[in-house]
């Protein structure tokens, strides 16, 4: 139950967020999409594999960026769009409001501990969407397939 109403949830959170940026139209309904893939994937992820707690974030954010990818595809629109509005659910908000608040009571022991965590998180949602996206824009496998076929 949990898990359904957290994809809800972040289904929700994307579709707003994505409309206060004016995403319009198909746009919007499937950025919101893909934040409810993102966070099931995340919550399915964690509740699955027992492993260290980047492990799910950064294959939820692989699994995000290639849903983004293709839907950029089908859509001839840039995968950003898609992308920024669903990636909101893995953003650790909490993790850097936390962190601003030990920081501000003076824990500078837990303020460090918070701002690596949120900083490591950060840097795996960069490192997922930047391994699919290099994929996808190094790798352009319809126009070498048209090409083969032309020889």
Known sequence: MEILQSTIFALLASFAFMTIFEVRGKALLIGSIGGAISQ?????LQLLI??????PYFFATIILTL???IMARVFKKPATVYLIGALFPLVPGRGIYQSMVYFVEGQ??????????????????????????????NFRLRSYFKEEEQI
């Open 67 to 69: 849903y983004s990818e």
């Open 108 to 137: 500078q022991g837990a303020f460090f501990v918070e701002i690596q965590e949120t900083l490591a998180i950060t840097g795996t949602l960069a490192m997922g969407i930047m391994l699919v996206s290099v994929i996808f824009r």
């Open 40 to 44: 099931l994937s995340y919550m399915l």
């Open 50 to 55: 027992d492993v260290h707690f980047l492990v």
